[in-house]
């Protein structure tokens, strides 16, 4: 089945520290792949998101790349601020219309 | 657009009690889904509608939970006979076709 493994948290940096948080997943198919954010007291919102390998997804200065040949989709930002504080996670959607979500990495950036 | 809404944002019931949410989609979406999530965890797929029709229930969705999308727009979920490890988010999504899921901010049930 599909399963969705993400760096364990939590992750604590300092304002304009370098941010990575690794995902790979297993899937039948051709998975799209998500990264979605939560912060604080809100709803979960679609950060980006890639359909097809070697796509790069990006917003809000987030990057991610989906990378078949190591099943992964790794999240990365060059310098995080105090508002990316938040929780992240990792989801994927094969041939179907379900999204596989991962356990969520909870990124807290200091000033 | 006014987003996905789910109401009540919180729920305190007792054991065995009968609970309902209610999920309000962004209007012309035709999917809803229900996923429930717990402490320390992503969320886990529920059930699923592609208008008034259920199209998949998860083995999670044990015989005391029930959904249902009357005329293909809001949605509720019903507990009953609610039990302690029924405590969790409970959050909706909503999208038109294939693209990406829209979620509420969730419904958090506390079962006493």
């Known amino acids: 089945g599909n399963s969705v493994t993400q760096m364990e948290g939590p992750v604590t940096l300092s304002e304009e520290a370098f941010l990575t948080i690794n995902c790979t997943y297993t899937a039948t198919g051709y998975p799209s792949l998500f990264w979605y954010v939560q912060y604080p007291g809100e709803g979960l919102q679609l950060l980006l998101k890639a359909t097809k390998a070697d796509d790069k997804g990006s917003n809000k200065g987030f990057e991610a790349t989906y990378r078949k040949e190591t099943t992964s989709f790794h999240l990365e930002k060059g310098s995080v601020q105090v508002s990316d504080s938040a929780v992240y996670f990792c989801a994927l959607r094969s041939n179907d219309y379900k999204l596989s979500f991962g356990a969520g990495t909870t990124v807290t950036v200091r000033a | 657009d006014t987003g996905v809404s789910q109401n009540p944002r919180h729920k305190i019931t007792k054991r065995g009690q009968n609970v309902t949410f209610r999920c309000d989609p962004i209007?012309?979406?035709?999917?809803l889904y229900w996923y429930r999530q717990t402490l320390g965890q992503g969320p886990e797929f529920l059930t699923y509608f592609q208008n008034e029709a259920q199209l998949e229930k998860s083995r999670l969705l044990s015989d005391r939970f029930s959904a249902e999308r009357p005329k293909g727009s809001f949605s509720t979920l019903e507990i009953q006979r609610t039990e302690q490890g029924d405590s969790a988010m409970y959050l909706c999504?909503?999208?038109?076709?294939?693209?990406?899921?829209?979620f509420g901010n969730g419904t958090r049930l506390t079962v006493t």
């Open positions: 999504a909503s999208s038109p076709d294939n693209s990406p899921l829209h």
């Open positions: 209007s012309e979406h035709n999917r």
